[in-house]
Structures are given as C-alpha cells and as structure tokens.
C-alpha cells in the first residue's frame, strides 16, 4: 500500500546520548532491551550515567519515537550542562518537566522554536533535526555551514531521498554523515523519519566516540531497525521527489500528500518510476 509506505518513508529513525566507551556487555538494565539488541550497549552506557532513563514502568521504550523534549533533555545532560530550576518557558507549550533543559539548549544556539511561539516538545524529533542538534552542541556549526554546495551535493546526492532534506539542513546532514554519525539504510537517509530511542542512542554514542577521531566499534544507527528494507515503492516515492519540481521544500509536499490522504495522485504522478526502479 501506497499509504503505508509514504507513512514510513516520512516516519521512523534517529536520537539519545552518549560516552567514550561503549558499556561491557551484561544484563540488561531494562526488561525491554535484551543482550542481543543492537543497541544495548549504547542504552547501558548512556544509563549508567545517567543520561537517559525509563519509564515509570521501568522500560526503556527502544522502538518509541524520541520527542524534541526528550531529545532537548538528553543533549543537555549528554553535554554536562548544568541546569536551574524553572517552571515556565518563553515557548507556550513547554511545562517544567522540560523548561529547564530547553531553555539551556535555547541559550547554546542548540534548538528553536516554531514561528507560532511553540516548541512543540512531545513531537518526534526527525533525523535531520537531530543532525542539526547535535552538531550544534558539538561546537560543530561553523565547521558544517562552512562546506559548500557542491561539497555538500557529492555528500549527500548517493541517498536516493537526499532531496527531501530542507535546506537548512543540508550542512548539518552532511557533516554527520562524512564524521560516521549517520549511516541511513540501504541508500535511503530518511531525514523526516522519527527517530527512536535506540537509534538516537547509537548516533549519541558513535558521536562521542568519534569527537576524539578514534575509531569507533558502536553500530550504525541503521541496525537499530524494525522495519523491513525499503520496497520499491518506496524507492519510487524516494526517485520521484527527487526528479520532480516539488519546489524548495520537497519534504513539506510529500508530506502534505500524506496528512491530506492525497495518495492516488501520487500513485499516479510516480507510476513511472516505479517501473524504472524496479
């Protein structure tokens, strides 16, 4: 199904926290991460230090997208920013569960808000969004909005999805793609995708322990999946926002397409390439 596949194409990868070493294989600290979960190590780490957490029911909640005030909270404890109490935000939509690390994060440069005064901190964090955040909190921005057009379209054009990257976050994505932070799966990047809690948690611990330029044996984020490979609907949603004119913001229409249940036209509109790709 068409649908089906639109919603995964624009739904499922990336964030979490991270340290040096990765943690020496032993039980789990969550019911809900076995030893054979690619991403233990990752999540035991991060947790021994108290970067992520549970829930109250004691899970860790692996394959549950990561929210924006989540993914706010880990950074900032990921970093080692000391925080102080509050209970209120300049955005109207963040309560002291999150005021506090959002509003580190706002004074970093790390995050932003939304045009309407939100922040919207229980929406999934995309993978793009993550790339931007996490280089930010790298000191890594200058170093990013540095590479040029064409740096950046060799980086990113092999990703057959590489249009659907807005365009301001195209450095950001692809300086964490040439540092070894994200990997995408099976050629696709998936920028608009949620990312998990384990994902993040991969990206978290490769970027820590790639920041010092030693090798690192964390996994890709791309292990960390439940889904299958992408199918060749798929590929031809990918293909068609790529060869289309969808204007400057190709992610927002496919998007639109989807939210508005638009699917037939975009049955029809990419008929031909699915034949091409096969």
Do not use: C
Not at 133 to 162: M, N, W, Y
Not at 229 to 234: H, I, K, P
């Amino acid at each position: 199904m068409l649908a089906a596949t639109m919603a995964a194409l624009l739904a499922a990868l990336l964030l979490a926290a991270t340290g040096p070493q990765s943690a020496q294989a032993h039980p789990s600290t969550f019911p809900d991460v076995t030893e054979t979960d690619p991403a233990h190590d990752a999540i035991e780490s991060l947790a021994a230090r108290q970067i992520v957490a549970g829930t109250t029911s004691g899970e860790f909640q692996p394959y549950a997208f990561l929210t924006r005030g989540q993914a706010t909270k880990i950074l900032v404890n990921w970093r080692g920013e000391d925080t102080i109490p509050a209970t209120s935000s300049r955005f109207s939509d963040v309560d002291s569960t999150y005021a506090p690390y959002v509003g580190v994060a706002l004074a970093k440069g790390w995050v932003g808000g939304y045009p309407d005064g939100t922040f919207r901190p229980r929406v999934a964090m995309t993978r793009e969004q993550m790339a931007v955040v996490l280089t930010r909190s790298l000191g890594l921005q200058a170093e990013a909005l540095a590479l040029d057009q064409v740096t950046i379209a060799d980086i990113l054009e092999p990703f057959v999805d590489d249009s659907l990257v807005s365009a301001s976050a195209r450095p950001y994505l692809a300086l964490a793609v040439t540092r070894g932070v994200f990997a995408g799966d099976d050629g696709v990047l998936r920028p608009l995708a949620a990312v998990t809690r384990a994902q993040a948690s991969l990206v978290l611990l490769r970027a820590e322990s790639l920041a010092d330029g030693s090798p690192t044996t964390v996994p890709e984020e791309s292990v960390s999946v439940r889904e299958p490979s992408r199918t060749a609907e798929e590929r031809a949603l990918a293909a068609f926002a790529k060869t289309e004119d969808l204007g400057p913001n190709p992610g927002q229409v496919l998007w639109g397409i989807v939210q508005g249940g638009a699917y037939e036209e975009l049955r029809r509109a990419s008929a031909r390439t699915i034949a091409a790709l096969g």
